[in-house]
T-cell receptor, first 112, second 114 residues
Framework: QKEVEQNSGPLSVPEGAIASLNCTYS??????FFWYRQYSGKSPELIMF????GDKEDGRFTAQLNKASQYVSLLIRDSQPSDSATYLC????????????FGTGTQQKVEL | NAGVMQNPRHLVRRRGQEARLRCSPM?????VYWYRQLPEEGLKFMVY????????ESGMPKERFSAEFPKEGPSILRIQQVVRGDSAAYFC????????????FGDGTRLSIL
């Protein structure tokens, strides 16, 4: 079982719609959860981070964490063509210090 | 530019040569992490350093790879006797502390082995 799992996609989202990206993790002791956006050929860019159960909103982005279900998600409202990218879920795991364990990413395409 | 600075952006080496990748963390950040992204694969942790100390090198191959973060100057990831399989994007990230603070990434070094 992979430590961090994401649907690889591609996920097609109509412009203006809400995109929902999901991530599950295997280590129940995981403490910190991050979403990065990566455009093709570019570096990961931090979008959101969340530490506690519940929702955290920042502009068009909402991160949702459910530790009981070992599940973290990212919602993107009013999707724009510029949101077309690969979204990487990353966690810090128990005893792993601050190193990030990444999922393989979900490729998303926002279509007109 | 106050971001994480990596150089070179692109590096071409022949098999058997050495590759040196440099990373200067964001201003105010004292923790540096190196990750590798192989083509069509996810990001994999390699090594975590603070000034003059390697904190965690569990993701770094035991042979040919080394890393340092001296008291003065950038962090260096060194790959000796490169092989074709070392071709990848190498990203450096930094954070202000190690208590699960978000890491910010540099633009990466694309290493190509001929």
């Amino acid at each position: 079982q992979k430590e961090v799992e994401q649907n690889s996609g591609p996920l097609s989202v109509p412009e203006g719609a809400i995109a929902s990206l999901n991530c599950t993790y295997s280590d129940r002791g995981s403490q910190s959860f991050f979403w990065y956006r990566q455009y093709s050929g570019k570096s990961p860019e931090l979008i959101m981070f969340i530490y506690s159960n519940g929702d955290k909103e920042d502009g068009r982005f909402t991160a949702q964490l459910n530790k009981a279900s070992q599940y973290v998600s990212l919602l993107i409202r009013d999707s724009q063509p510029s949101d077309s990218a690969t979204y990487l879920c990353a966690v810090t795991v128990t005893g792993g210090g601050n190193k990030l364990t990444f999922g393989t990413g979900t490729q998303q395409k926002v279509e007109l | 530019n106050a971001g994480v600075m990596q150089n070179p952006r692109h590096l071409v080496r022949r098999r058997g040569q050495e590759a040196r990748l440099r990373c200067s963390p964001m201003k105010g950040h004292s923790h540096v992490y190196w990750y590798r992204q192989l083509p069509e694969e996810g990001l994999k942790f390699m090594v975590y350093l603070q000034k003059e100390n390697i904190i965690d090198e569990s993701g770094m191959p035991k042979e040919r790879f080394s890393a340092e973060f001296p008291k003065e100057g950038p962090s260096i990831l060194r790959i000796q006797q490169v092989v074709r399989g070392d071709s990848a994007a190498y990203f450096c990230a930094s954070s202000p502390r190690d208590n699960h603070q978000p890491q910010h990434f540099g633009d990466g070094t694309r290493l190509s082995i001929l």
